[in-house]
C-alpha cells in the first residue's frame, strides 16, 4: 500500500542548531514531494516541493529537502534553526500520474527549539 | 496568507444538526480540496473538485457531501453529525491536479 513515515514524532534542537526531518514514502513510482509546516491553531504553509530536475530543492525560511530516490526519502534540513521555527512539519506525497491528486501525508514532526 | 479564505474560522454544533463550511480558492486556482485533520487520523484527503467536476474522494463518509460552484467556491455539508466529526477542516486550492496545493486557515468544527 501506498504510505508515507515521518519516523519521528517529536524532535528537540537547540536556537542555532542544524536540523533534518526524516521522510520516506512507498509508492509505485516517485511522486511529487512536499514539506508543510502547521503552527499552533494555523494552516498548513507550503515549505518546499519537488516534482523533477535537481533532487535538492531550496524552500522558503531558509529550508531545503534532499530527494534520494535509492532510499524512498525526502528528508527535511535547516543549517540553523531559529526559536519561530518551532511547529509541526509534515512531509506529504501526490501520485505521479493521474488527474487526480490528493495528498497523502505523514503522521507529522512536531519540532521544539529550546534557548 | 496563502489566498484561500475559510469560513467560519469556529463552529460548534450538537449532534444531529448539519453544517456548511465555505472556501475560496486563490485567484485563477480550479481545483479545490477538502482534508480533514483530526488527533487520531491526522490529515486525511475528503474530496477534489476540479473546475465544478468531482475529480476524485477519500474517506469521505456519506453523510458528506460536497460541490464546487460557477465562480470557483467551494462548500462542504456535514450532516447528522457526531461527536466523532470534531475536528479542523482545511479547505486547499491549486491551479490544476498537477500543481502544488495552498491551504486555508481551516475550520475547527466542535460537536457537543
Known amino acids: 500500500a501506498q504510505s508515507v513515515t515521518q519516523p519521528d514524532i517529536h524532535i528537540t534542537v537547540s536556537e542555532g542548531a542544524s536540523l533534518e526531518l526524516r521522510c520516506n514514502y512507498s509508492?509505485?513510482?516517485?511522486?511529487?514531494l512536499f514539506w508543510y509546516v502547521q503552527s499552533p491553531g494555523q494552516g498548513l504553509q507550503l515549505l518546499l516541493k519537488y516534482f523533477s530536475g535537481d533532487t535538492l530543492v531550496q524552500g522558503i525560511k531558509g529550508f531545503e529537502a534532499e530527494f534520494k530516490r535509492s532510499q524512498s526519502s525526502f528528508n527535511l534540513r535547516k543549517p540553523s534553526v531559529h526559536w519561530s521555527d518551532a511547529a509541526e512539519y509534515f512531509c506529504?506525497?501526490?501520485?505521479?500520474?493521474?488527474?487526480?491528486?490528493?495528498?497523502?501525508f505523514g503522521t507529522g514532526t512536531r519540532l521544539q527549539v529550546t534557548l | 496568507d496563502s489566498g484561500v479564505t475559510q469560513t467560519p474560522k469556529h463552529l460548534i454544533t450538537a449532534t444531529g444538526q448539519r453544517v456548511t463550511l465555505r472556501c475560496s480558492p486563490r485567484?485563477?486556482?480550479?481545483?479545490v480540496y477538502w482534508y480533514q485533520q483530526s488527533l487520531d487520523q491526522g490529515l486525511q484527503f475528503l474530496i477534489q473538485y476540479y473546475n465544478g467536476e468531482e475529480r476524485a474522494k477519500g474517506n469521505i463518509l456519506e453523510r458528506f457531501s460536497a460541490q464546487q460552484f460557477p465562480d470557483l467556491h467551494s462548500e462542504l455539508n456535514l450532516s447528522s453529525l457526531e461527536l466523532g466529526d470534531s475536528a479542523l477542516y482545511f479547505c486547499a486550492s491549486s491551479l490544476s491536479p498537477k500543481y502544488e496545493q495552498y491551504f486555508g486557515p481551516g475550520t475547527r468544527l466542535t460537536v457537543t
Open positions: 485567484s485563477g486556482d480550479l481545483s
Open positions: 509508492y509505485g513510482a516517485t511522486p511529487y
Open positions: 506529504a506525497v501526490v501520485p505521479y500520474t493521474g488527474t487526480a491528486s490528493k495528498l497523502t
